[in-house]
């Protein structure tokens, strides 16, 4: 079975700072995905950024980058010029690429932008 | 942009009663999800779904749950008989399929159904 930790429960950052949330993932799976989604007070889960593992480039979507270390099962979100609209709770979640599309997800990180 | 919907956005039930949580996914979408987040807790998955069966189940998803696509439109999660432990926020999702039918990647989430049992 898969697991997805995120041993930061809450951070907090500045605006226009930058700000990484940490995710480690285990699994003996060679062929999966990863994600962040985005929870802001709405509860409308969001998707941030995807990872393929079989890439090596790590995956950029505007202010939003990844850190993908699959030899260390590590996959963390840098946030950069920090804006108050960011403030949400941050899920990593893992996908296997099979024919369920389950997805296991963290515990989350509570994030808030401070002005 | 096309998205996943959910009624009711809120539904408050008796212990012991029965709930039908209604989702539309993407029209184009062939594999269809339930999760659960219990409030302050992580999102678990309850089932998926693809050809009108059960293509993988938690062991959450025991025989109170059913999930049916009734009409080429909806998704629904039915609990038959509720309990203080069912309440939570209950998220549908929807995704694609390949050339092989496998799901991709992406999942599309609805805005969730809050279900509190009293």
């Known amino acids: 079975a898969q697991t997805v930790t995120q041993s930061q429960p809450e951070m907090s950052v500045q605006e226009a700072e930058t700000v990484t949330l940490s995710c480690t993932y285990d699994t003996s799976e060679s062929n999966y995905y990863l994600f962040w989604y985005k929870q802001p007070p709405s509860r409308q889960m969001i998707l941030v950024i995807r990872?393929?593992?079989?890439?090596?480039q790590n995956a950029t979507e505007n202010r939003f980058s990844v850190n993908f270390q699959k030899a260390a099962k590590s996959f963390s979100l840098k946030i950069s010029d920090s804006q108050l609209g960011d403030t949400a709770m941050y899920f990593c979640a893992f996908m296997k690429r099979s024919n369920a599309g389950k997805s296991t997800f963290g515990d989350g990180t509570t994030l808030t932008v401070k002005p | 942009e096309p998205e996943v919907t959910q009624t009711p956005s809120h539904q408050v039930t008796q212990m012991g009663q029965e709930v039908i949580l209604r989702c539309v996914p993407i029209?184009?979408?062939?594999?269809f999800y339930w999760y659960r987040q219990i409030l302050g807790q992580k999102v678990e998955f309850l089932v998926s779904?693809?050809?009108?069966?059960?293509?993988?189940k938690s062991e959450i998803f025991d025989d109170q749950f059913s999930v049916e696509r009734p009409d080429g439109s909806n998704f629904t999660l039915k609990i038959r008989s509720t309990k203080l432990e069912d309440s939570a926020m209950y998220f549908c999702?929807?995704?694609?399929?390949?050339?092989?039918?496998?799901?991709?990647?992406?999942?599309?989430f609805g805005p969730g159904t809050r279900l509190t049992v009293l």
């Open positions: 999702a929807s995704s694609g399929a390949t050339s092989k039918e496998l799901p991709t990647d992406t999942q599309y």
């Open positions: 990872q393929e593992a079989y890439k090596q």
């Open positions: 029209s184009n979408h062939l594999y």
């Open positions: 779904f693809y050809n009108n069966e059960i293509s993988e």
